[in-house]
């Protein structure tokens, strides 16, 4: 190992190796600070041919140039308090990109990176709370793991955005559960076979001859590699047919939506059958003004249409106040949940124009039942 002692020292080996970078190459410089990693990656953008001045990230996170053979992508890490936070600013898709990642405190973005698949690099990424349990008190980066008597090194924690509770309805929601909770070792799936001693392949891809067959060829398939090619009977391979599934989620949605229906249809007829009484005690207690008004000429249709205009004018306000309310509530969910709300001007008119058709339905019964009353038995009733 040679020791750089001055700054030109530094640039000739960052140009040096710029030179010799291919696409998709990442460099992860550790170092505290004022070790020279600016100066090193001044020297990495002179050998790419980088012409623009190259100076630290440190406030902008990302620095990209590209007027050298190659894209620079330079990072500096060392105001980003979480890993959460490079998902944010997109630093995967730098990563398996065409350029050069140039990262410097590069501790909390090391996870799995494209040579650690191809090259079968037994590193482990682990949670919070594996980090907790493996490594209490110290920094699990650069710690190593046993798993199946094979050495893996952790070089990375990563933490849940959102912390949940689990609902737990079966028992397999409690295993699938109990593996999260204890926390959570990741390696490559390349090394799937180096730690579990098991060299059959994990998954397998079929391409069926048309979509009638997908279930047919999935079966097939998992009964053959079951009865030939496995050679741990405790695992079994199994054929997760995408079709079977969404038709699944569709049938449940189509069967939701037929509870929703039938509901919506019970609480018509309820508030209908509601609106049908308050009308007809609103006949009955208006009884002598219906009898004097047809005892001075007016005819049985103008009782029917005041009668039913009211009857449509009360569940329309129903029907309007109900509409106002649900507005209310969205935008009241939106801005505490922070999601986005959408009302459709045609679903409230159509809400409402139905709320006054059955005002009119159910009120026709008492409607009809004040133009028919006589007009002298109407005027005798107290």
Request: glycine residues 8%.
């Amino acid at each position: 190992m040679n020791a750089l002692n001055d700054y030109e020292e530094t640039i000739a080996l960052g140009e040096k190796l710029g030179a010799s970078l291919q696409p998709g190459d990442i460099l992860l410089l550790e170092g505290d600070l004022g070790a020279g990693k600016t100066t090193l990656t001044q020297g990495l953008a002179k050998g790419l041919g980088v012409t623009e001045f190259v100076n630290s990230p440190t406030f902008v996170i990302i620095n990209e140039y590209f007027t050298g053979r190659l894209p620079l992508y330079h990072m500096d890490l060392y105001r980003v308090e979480e890993e959460a936070q490079l998902y944010d600013l997109g630093v995967e898709e730098y990563f398996y990109g065409n350029g050069v990642c140039v990262v410097e405190w590069p501790e909390i973005a090391r996870a799995f990176l494209p040579e650690d698949f191809s090259s079968r690099r037994k590193v482990a990424v682990i949670d919070t709370t594996a980090a907790q349990s493996l490594f209490p008190g110290q920094n699990p980066i650069g710690g190593v793991i046993e798993m199946q008597g094979e050495p893996f090194t952790v070089v990375g924690v990563v933490s849940q955005r959102v912390t949940s509770q689990p609902v737990i309805n079966s028992v397999e929601d409690y295993q699938m559960y109990a593996r999260t909770t204890s926390g959570t070792v990741m390696i490559p799936e390349s090394c799937w076979p180096i730690a579990f001693r098991y060299d059959e392949p994990m998954n397998v891809a079929v391409r069926a001859s048309s979509t009638n067959d997908m279930t047919k060829a999935g079966s097939g398939v998992a009964d053959y590699l079951n009865s030939q090619v496995v050679t741990n009977r405790q695992l079994t391979y199994q054929a997760q047919d995408l079709l079977k599934q969404a038709s699944e989620l569709q049938s449940l949605s189509e069967t939701t939506n037929r509870q929703l229906i039938w509901i919506a249809a019970i609480s018509l007829v309820v508030g209908g059958i509601g609106v049908m009484n308050i009308m007809l005690v609103s006949v009955t207690e208006r009884t002598r003004e219906i009898g004097l008004k047809i005892a001075i000429g007016a005819r049985k249709s103008r009782i029917l249409w005041q009668f039913l205009t009211e009857a449509a004018v009360l569940t329309s306000l129903g029907g309007l106040l109900g509409v106002l309310c649900g507005i209310g509530l969205a935008e009241m969910l939106s801005h505490v949940m922070g999601t986005a709300v959408a009302i459709s001007a045609p679903a409230c008119i159509v809400a409402v124009a139905f709320s006054m058709v059955i005002g009119i339905v159910f009120g026709l019964v008492p409607a009809v039942k004040a133009s028919r009353l006589n007009p002298i038995e109407a005027l005798r009733r107290e």
